[in-house]
């Protein structure tokens, strides 16, 4: 059997500068008085309701921690060391920031340098005014997702299977504590090279996989061999070999699909429900009436399209059996969206992003290799017909005829996608 394999290359994503921001998202400066150290800029990111970010210049670290937005009013800290935390609190008015700031000193901590005096000292301003930007080299180091990359391909010639799979691998994770598979077909390159799923991948120590599927011959065609998870399973070692990461021989997977793609994501899922974490089906039937059954304890995310896909419809339906049985199933309709546009992945990262978080913590345990379970009498839930969601201890309605929501920030994203316009 031969292997085509590729050396591993380290990967920086950077962002594309944005243009006509709104809300918290985009670069804020001060120009200040010239020294050092202005102009003082400040980044932020928001995504599936969580803000993270980088200042230009801090005492210490300039990543920003405990970032947290409600409404128009923001804070975070920045510089947590031995010593000291600044802390920032303000509120966006348009494309001004006004910021204050304090600075706690740990006992036995020292002052801030003299480098940062002018803005940081014990004489200056309290209070700062920032103006909205531009994204420039800030951003782009804020966006940065450093890892490593690896690619291998196996044939299974008794079953006419070829499996090609790229890896990404996040510099930041030692040790991965899952692998989201994405299957090559429709949309499933262009989420590969995704940066808000690279960045994903870093924040929840995931490795990032693309999977294509093909027969060897005589056909090539992807439909030759309707997927295949021993092809899969064939592959993992040769990835393993390549990057080092002993784990991926046995860490739990999450399957993310699109159209056709989607069959692939339910085959490995019902292949091998205790090791998968969560199934993502983007404008896919799975299968449609050919689908095996999925575990209902297996947490699956339903992305619909608003216009209308070739072929019978009837993901609804079946994401309606599936909470009648009180399984952990989201499903949201796209208003916006049609069945092959990849500007569309973006928009779906604000539920996509943090409905994968919290599946995994939920999920996945430090001390054990099973998997936990997840009762759909839990988290939050979406009403389909309002697009209101609360908890599920407060929710009013149908709770079986509900979306299911992992936790309060996935709602959140629920409710952005699903009330999205074109």
Known sequence: ???????????????????????????WRIDGDGRAPFPWEVVFRVEGGRVSGRVSNCIGDPILRDARLDGDTVSFKC???????????????????????????????????????ILFGPDAPKRLLLKRVPDGALAELTDAV????????????DSNVKVEGRLFLPVTASRVRSLIVVIYWGLGEPLFNDLGMRRLAATTASGLLVARFSGIGPSVSERANRFSYPALLALLPKLREASGHEELISVPFFFWGHSTGGSGAVDFAVAAPERTIGIVLYHSAGGGSQRPKIPSEIPL??????????????????WKRGREMG???????????THMNDEDISKAHDLLIPWITAVQRLRVSSESTALRRISGASGWLGEISTGEVSSYATFRASKLEASWLPDEASARGWRVVSSRQK
């Open 327 to 337: 399984a952990p199933w989201t499903f949201v309709v796209e208003p916006y969206a």
């Open 301 to 318: 995310l339903h992305f619909h399209p608003g216009e209308k896909v070739d072929g019978p419809n009837d993901e609804e339906a079946f």
């Open 1 to 27: 059997m031969r292997t085509i394999a590729c050396a591993a290359v380290f990967t920086l994503i950077a962002s594309v500068p944005a243009v006509a921001q709104t809300g918290l998202t985009g670069t």
């Open 79 to 117: 510089g947590p060391s031995e010593n000291h935390t600044i802390s920032f609190t303000g509120n966006v008015n348009g494309d001004e920031l006004s910021l204050q700031w304090t600075i706690d000193i740990r006992e036995g901590g020292y002052k801030p340098n003299i480098r940062n005096a």
């Open 146 to 157: 450093l890892g490593i990359e690896v690619a291998d391909a196996v044939n299974l010639r």
